[in-house]
């Protein structure tokens, strides 16, 4: 059975950080794309980041150069480092695991990340 679960969401302050993971099980993990994705209220959901096993990372715009994607493959769990939060960061957290980018993969049920003074 394939699983995916996210955690590390929370309230913070504009400016500071948080480091979300999203733990795998029932797949070979190495093989897959790895992806963090967002969903704020009334918007639809959007690409943060992706990892492949061997290839380079991709960022949206909106957060380059402050949330960083990693992984760890013994441990079968992706991360994502959020630096310099701001209100706009405010959604839900998806995990995304696939094989290549044009399949729709598995998904998490998402962690809450507020961004709030």
């Known amino acids: 059975q394939v699983q995916l679960g996210e955690s590390g969401g929370g309230l913070v302050q504009p400016g500071e950080s948080l480091r979300l993971s999203c733990t795998t099980s029932g797949l070979t993990f190495n093989i897959y794309i790895m992806g963090w994705y967002r969903q704020a209220p009334g918007k639809q959901r959007e690409l943060v980041a992706t990892i492949p096993s061997g290839g380079t990372t991709n960022y949206s715009d909106s957060v380059k150069g402050r949330f960083t994607i990693s992984r760890d493959n013994p441990k079968n769990t992706t991360y994502l480092q959020m630096n310099s939060l701001k209100p706009e960061d405010t959604a839900v957290y998806y995990c995304?695991?696939?094989?290549?980018?044009?399949?729709?993969?598995?998904w998490g049920q998402g962690t809450q990340v507020t961004v709030s003074s």
């Open positions: 995304n695991a696939r094989i290549t980018f044009s399949s729709p993969g598995r």
